[in-house]
């Protein structure tokens, strides 16, 4: 670890101890991390999705006007608009919530997850820490993964309209 990537570590735990929420992963490959208080993620976002992202909530399945969206364009971050799966990705696991065989390159995070007894992989946005879902080895080719995704954890853009700023 070089003295940079200590000093970002000391500042998120300095946050972290502060009220704030981010996941570690792979340095740098979502540009830089976006370190908000979970107040601040409060006051921007409706309840639901707030509890998703910040507080490791699932909704219900089936219950997410995402699982039917069959058209072109880019998932992203409800929280921080960081562009996270392509439409191209996305297949009907059958499971209830919006699931993809793969996130775009350096937009998510993983993380061992022990909530629910045995073992899970949960991922997060790369950039703000959002809790998004868990990925299986239960998905189609070419991967074999499944992110499983909450529909509130996510925006969809359609192709060819322009992708929200990124917030700061």
């Known amino acids: 670890m070089n003295r940079r990537q200590s000093l970002q570590t000391l500042l998120a735990a300095a946050l972290l101890s502060l ?9 740098g490959t979502a540009g830089p991390t976006l370190m908000k208080p979970k107040e601040e993620w409060a006051k921007l976002l409706p309840r639901p999705a707030y509890a998703v992202l910040f507080e490791d909530n699932t909704e219900p399945p089936g219950s997410s006007p995402l699982n039917h969206e069959k058209r072109d364009g880019t ?10 799966f392509d439409s191209a990705t996305k297949y009907d696991s059958g499971t209830g919530w919006p699931s993809f065989w793969q996130p775009l390159t350096g937009a998510v995070n993983t993380e061992r997850d022990y909530k629910l007894i045995w073992p899970r992989t ?5 950039r703000c820490g959002g809790h998004q879902g868990h990925v299986f080895d239960d998905g189609p080719q070419p991967t074999g993964k499944r992110y499983c995704n909450n529909g509130l954890a996510l925006q969809f853009v359609v192709r060819g309209d322009t992708l929200p700023a990124l917030r700061t």
Do not use: D
């Open 19 to 27: 009220g704030g929420h981010r996941v570690a992963g792979a340095a």
């Open 122 to 126: 949960e991922y997060h946005c790369a």
């Open 75 to 84: 998932y992203v971050c409800a929280a921080c608009y960081l562009p996270l």
